[in-house]
């Protein structure tokens, strides 16, 4: 899939791209998510590898410019094993947000598109069938937040419900780094925290999504808590993953 260079736009890849994006993207990454900066020497180490040096991933990170200014990002996987993505990071900033391009007024849905067409391409590319949707974290607002914090990310969350993300049965937590990459964040891994977060998917069009399905949605979360993250399964945050999967399915199994 060639990226596009289209009405000012470009988009780079920067997993073993030019160094000049690199550091733009981790600018940027900085800039839109400073929570999270203490992944920064990771990242950097990331783009240093290829887009499949994990076995079970395709990854790619996208800078976006528009007139060679920095401007959003996009941050997803492919998974082999199970046939969906993951979604890593996605912001634009506020003045670009309403960006038009094509028949799109919005650049974050150009984006979303652009990078699930990447998805079926590198699926078809590895042989698999048409993937089943793409899967994401977002922060839950809980009463511990400020009124403003609160009413953001659910502003977040409604405005992905808007474009078809569903909400899946599973009680998640967020695990702070990725196992056995200590040595590459900015802080020591013991002040860091699991954040409680909500998964959902946004189905692709042919992937075959149902939300009836208990083993589709265990895979989901498997994506990211044992595959990215590369947490054990007797890790708590995985058992507790498991039991509301059951509890949900079994409950539903009841009705």
């Known amino acids: 899939m060639v990226l596009p260079h289209v009405s000012g736009l470009t988009v780079h890849e920067t997993i073993g791209g030019d160094p000049i994006f690199q550091q733009r993207l981790l600018d940027l990454y900085a800039e839109f998510f400073p ?124 405005r992905y419900k808007e474009i078809g993300c569903i909400q899946l049965p599973v009680d998640y937590y967020e695990p702070p780094h990725i196992v056995n990459r200590e040595s590459y964040l900015a802080v020591s891994p013991s002040e860091l925290h699991y954040n409680h977060m909500m998964l959902s998917i946004l189905p692709i069009q042919g992937g075959g999504f149902d939300l009836r399905n208990r083993e589709t949605t265990t895979d989901f979360a498997l994506a990211f808590l044992t595959d990215h993250y590369k947490l054990t399964e007797n890790h708590w945050v995985v058992r507790n993953a498991f039991e509301s999967i059951e509890r949900y399915y079994g409950n539903a199994a009841d009705d």
């Open 35 to 158: 929570e999270y900066s203490y992944y920064l020497p990771y990242m950097a180490y990331r783009m240093s590898l290829d887009i499949d040096s994990d076995s079970g991933f395709i990854e790619r990170w996208w800078l976006v410019e528009v007139d060679e200014q920095p401007v959003a990002l996009r941050l997803f996987k492919y998974s082999l094993r199970r046939n969906c993505a993951l979604v890593l990071g996605t912001a634009v900033r506020p003045e670009f947000r309403r960006f038009s391009i094509d028949s799109y007024d919005r650049l974050s849905n150009y984006l979303i598109d652009l990078s699930t067409e990447q998805i079926k391409a590198d699926a078809r590319a590895a042989g698999r069938r048409s993937p089943i949707g793409v899967v994401s974290e977002f922060q839950l607002p809980d009463d511990s937040m400020s009124a403003e914090e609160y009413a953001y990310h659910q502003h977040i969350i409604n």
